[in-house]
Structure formats: C-alpha cells, structure tokens
T-cell receptor, first 113, second 110 residues
Framework: NAGVTQTPKFQVLKTGQSMTLQCAQD?????MSWYRQDPGMGLRLIHY???????DQGEVPNGYNVSRSTTEDFPLRLLSAAPSQTSVYFC????????????FGSGTQLSVL | GQNIDQPTEMTATEGAIVQINCTYQ??????LFWYQQHAGEAPTFLSY????GLEEKGRFSSFLSRSKGYSYLLLKELQMKDSASYLC???????????FGKGNQVVVIP
C-alpha cells in the first residue's frame, strides 16, 4: 500500500523556470492538499481540493497552480519559480470529514537559485 | 480565519514528562490534531480531539478545552526517539481546511 507518493524528492530550479510537483494517493481520499514548510513558519497551506474537479486557495496560493482531474492525482505547478519559493513542499490527503487525519507524502526539497 | 500559537522549543530529560501547549482562535472549530515530525521527515498523526477532555494513547495524551481555545499534548516516560517537532493543527468547520501552528521542538537529553 503506497499511501501518498510525492515526486521528486529534490529539485533545483533557476529563477523563472517552471515545474510540476507530482502527488498521487491510492487510498481513494477525497481531500488533498499542498503545504510548504519554511523554518520558523510552520506548515502553510497553498491549495487544497475536496474532490475531483474542485480546487480552492489556501493561505499562500500566489505563484502556484493546481488541478484535480482525478481522485488520485493533485499536481502542484510553479509557473515562474522565484527564490522565495525555496522551501520543503508536502502533499497530504485524507477522507472527508472533520475527524479524518491527514496522510503526508515524504516531501520535496525545492531550491530556486 | 485561524490563529494558532505554540511555544518554540523545550529540552527535557529521558524518562521525564513534558507538556506542549497550543492556543488557537478560529471562526469555526471542527477538531484539533497533534502531529509529530522528526527532522527531515514528513509529519505523522498522533492524536485528535473534538470534544473537551483528555484523550490517552499509550505514552501520549492530548487535552482540549474548546471554551478556552486551548490544547496540550502530554508526553510521558520520554525516550530519545521522542526528540522531534510537535505540531498542533486546527480544522476549520466552514471549509474543512487544516491550519498548523509553527510547531514546538522537543529535545530529549540523557
């Protein structure tokens, strides 16, 4: 049982480049989300989705796009990378419902030069 | 919106008890979670509270007071492997979003 699979684990970009962080889950979870984690800032929500075809903005959405064409996949796109987007990114999923815990992917360490 | 506050770091001795506090403000409360995160790893679920009171799970217990906007995580019989960051997270009733505090780093020393 793979759980939440996130790729790549590490990535270095130049300013202005674009890329997509992949996230897939095999637990049939309706809810999926992307967080970034910076030192001293905690986990901050970028975008989230409550089901296929539905996405919404979180706390820090600027510079990122998402789509949810299937229940399993929730890719995060950086349109034009900036040094301020250097961070560790986590994808997480859960079933719907207030008491449902989040399952996290292993994270992506992204550096933008 | 949500505002979650946690102290940043504490050191404790192996075998001791440590309490990690979390205060929050939210427009619609729908549950509070505690996660553990070891350095360089993803967060993992520890506990969930939605009603007032204490939830006990082995060496870890979590308490919630909704009227005070307050929770704590109690770690008993500390072990070296408990050295980690402990994250408090609150779920919003309106949009189901989970907002995290900045985390509390616990360092366990022999």
């Amino acid at each position: 049982n793979a759980g939440v699979t996130q790729t790549p684990k590490f990535q270095v970009l130049k300013t202005g480049q674009s890329m997509t962080l992949q996230c897939a889950q095999d637990m049939n979870h309706e809810y999926m989300s992307w967080y970034r984690q910076d030192p001293g800032m905690g986990l901050r929500l970028i975008h989230y989705s409550v089901g296929a075809g539905i996405t919404d903005q979180g706390e820090v959405p600027n510079g990122y796009n998402v789509s949810r064409s299937t229940t399993e996949d929730f890719p995060l796109r950086l349109l034009s990378a900036a040094p301020s987007q250097t961070s560790v990114y986590f994808c997480a999923s859960s079933r719907q419902g207030g008491g449902e815990k989040l399952f996290f992917g292993s994270g992506t360490q992204l550096s933008v030069l | 919106g949500q505002n979650i506050d946690q102290p940043t770091e504490m050191t404790a001795t192996e075998g001791a008890i440590v309490q990690i506090n979390c205060t929050y403000q939210t427009s619609g409360f729908n549950g509070l979670f505690w996660y553990q995160q070891h350095a360089g790893e993803a967060p993992t679920f520890l506990s969930y509270n939605v009603l007032d009171g204490l939830e006990e799970k082995g060496r870890f217990s979590s308490f919630l007071s909704r009227s005070k906007g307050y929770s704590y995580l109690l770690l008993k019989e500390l072990q070296m492997k408990d050295s980690a960051s402990y994250l408090c997270a609150v779920r919003d009733k309106g949009n189901n979003r989970l907002a995290f505090g900045k985390g509390n780093q616990v360092v366990v020393i022999p």
